[in-house]
């Protein structure tokens, strides 16, 4: 199924918990510095596809292969991938600095390069003045920003996007789009975002991976979508919202539909 | 991956046993020495009938006591704009830092036996807190704390909105009580009835104390006569018999839904700023407090009167006679008994609470149904259920048996404290850290445990403190050497001895209100960091 392009390449993945089957044989692949998303509603197994891809849920059947090596069963550390979560988890009791740099000690990296790089991590997510502040004294889209450094600061190839900005006001969401593309831009690293926000997904991706009911529905340029929705479901769910958005905003903006 | 699963289920496994082994096992081997012949002995003992009416009468009367003092007081805290609510508080949970049986000797300090309490010997009269009313009341105080912190931590946090709503709607004051009110409020009160009346019918220290020959015997009473006498066929008929009302309470707990604790409190109640009300409430928890200080203030006047009531000049006379008598040996042993409690009780109810509340599977919520059915089985019963199972093991009549059952007997409230805690804990954590590579129990000792560490004091400040003023269970257990403190107090009694015992309960008081005031001061002042 994959190319030689391909970072990631997931071939019949399916996952049942109990009678409910929550993925249905997905097979996808992903580019090498690609920034996929993966849109559905909530419930429709895109939470599931992603603890699978990292590791933390073990699919019933299927392959996960990266860079042309099976990683499958490997340990979630082992895959040379990121996850921020969609409530961060970040280590309450520590500072912002003591969150990027405590996985770095773990993984005997010198104090003093543990440091340096927690560091350089906290000033290109714009956190510098904030390294010693708790996540209870940071803001939300601050908290944001300290999961993503924890993440980069362990160099993975591929990062994983679980809703983050799911908590954030729309202001704030705003400019996080922008700081996440450039920080992607600026690493090179592959991203695959889950949200459940069209108009998110349609702003960021290079590609889209629309879901529902486990299953995929199409995957394509956002362009593309738009051009030839692949079913019902994606026209409805996807530019039927999209368009009822603009169609709100229109009324104050004649000039926006055009 | 599949290594740490495994070694998580083995953890798992090896608390399931350890319960078995601890809570089930023991009750069932009691069950096992119940046979005809106890049945017929005990049933034709002309004390048995009797001891069951005078159980559920006292018990009964001072349940609903307890209950209605308990509502009012709460109300008077929580829906009144009153001052002085912390202090009002603390002065209505100290009878719970003090075991039961030395609310007896309050109250036979203050009230007195044929003309020796104060009250008597102010008024001239002979007056008797021996029999009935006295059980009554020296439950009522033993018990009422309890019932106070049940409600009042209900009706804190009970959502302000349908009353704003109500009011709106022109729904009257007593219509808006007994259909908001009234029904938040249900499961609670069913529940706080079983365990209130669990906790008096269970109880030996205050019946021990205060029945005289008319009264007769409690069924706590009859079935210690029949541990001394080595009839545990008949002990354990008792024990199933105690056993009843906790087993109804904790079937209420999981049966019944609690609406009290469904949905989120958008705003708390409002607080009455009507003068009557407040005047009304002041009245009532100042009558309060002084009838709980009374007794208490009682004893502590007995520690330092030469010769209560006759003799009040100030004096240590008892204090030296007590620690004469091996009072702190005594002490160190409780300390060493209760420590130790509060050592393991802890670490075992947070490992088994990070197991339940973490991960949800089979063996995890059968694990979670054992670790709150050790609440269902009172400290008289589970203290002859070990007296039966452990008798011919190493380490019956040793510390560690009696710290085992304490550890037990008190499991289930820190517990639930403690899965509660956790539960609110954000529940990727560990998944973060397998991502980075940082292994589980480093999450935990890093991460997790400074987040619940309050909890983690309050729980073992719990055992601690019930550790220092149990007597059901350790008197069953205890060694003859080394005996806890709260022992001294019915050996003090036996003797007649009323300056001892009042030195003893005013040692524990003492100790149990330090270390209950430094973990609310620690815990206040990191709450407001």
Known sequence: ?258 | MKHKSISRTVIQVCLALFFIVVVIAPIITMFSRINSQSFKSLTSSADFVPSIINSVTTALTATVISMVLAILASFSLCRTHIRGKGFFTMLFVLPMLIPSISHAYGLKALIGVNGSGILSFILGDKISVLGFWGIVIGSVMYSFPVAFLMIQSILQYEDGMPYKAAAVLGIPPLRRFTGITLPYLKKTLISMFFAVFTMIITDYGVPEALHNREFGYTLSILMLRDVENSDFGAAGIIGVMLLIPAVVAFSVDMLVPELSQSGFVSETVEEKEGRVSKILAYVFCSVLSILILLPITAFIIQVFAKSYPVDMSFSFSHIIDTMKSGADGFLINSLIYSVFAAVFGTVLAFVCAYMTARAKSKITRALHLMSITSVAIPGLVLGLSYVIFFKSSPIYGTVFIVGFANAVHFFASPYLMMYNTLGKVNPDLESVGKTLGIRRIKIIIDVIVPKVRLTMYEMAVYFFVNSMMTISAVSLLAPPSPQPLSLMIARAESQIDIGKAATVSLMILIINFIIKLVITLINRKRALK
């Open chain 1, 1 to 258: 199924m994959g190319s030689l392009n391909d970072k990631l390449v997931i071939e019949n993945v399916s996952k049942q918990y109990k009678e409910k089957e929550v993925l249905k044989s997905v097979s996808f692949t992903v580019k090498d510095g690609e920034f996929l998303s993966i849109l559905g509603p909530s419930g429709c197994g895109k939470t599931t596809l992603l603890r699978i891809l990292i590791g933390l849920l073990k699919a019933d059947t299927g392959t996960v292969t990266k860079d042309g090596v099976d990683i499958t069963n490997a340990a979630p550390d082992k895959r040379g991938m990121g996850i921020v979560f969609q409530n961060y988890a970040l280590f309450e009791n520590m500072t912002a600095l003591q969150n990027v740099e405590y996985a770095l000690k773990i993984k005997k990296e010198t104090k003093q390069t543990a440091r340096e790089t927690a560091e350089k991590m906290l000033d290109v997510v714009g956190l510098s003045d904030n390294a010693k502040s708790l996540p209870k004294n940071l803001s939300g889209g601050q908290q944001q920003r300290v999961a993503i450094a924890r993440t980069l600061a362990l160099k993975p190839d591929i990062i994983l996007l679980d809703e983050p900005m799911s908590a954030l006001d729309v202001a704030t969401r705003l400019s996080m789009r922008s700081e996440l593309k450039k920080l992607q831009a600026s690493f090179g690293t592959t991203m695959i975002y889950v949200t459940h926000d069209q108009e998110e997904a349609f702003a960021l991706s290079d590609r889209i991976m629309i879901m529902d009911k486990g299953e995929i529905s199409q995957i394509d340029t956002p362009e593309n979508i738009c051009k030839s929705p692949a079913n019902d479901y994606v026209r409805t769910f996807v530019l039927d919202n999209l368009r009822a958005k603009i169609d709100s905003l229109s009324k104050y903006a004649p000039g926006l539909k055009q």
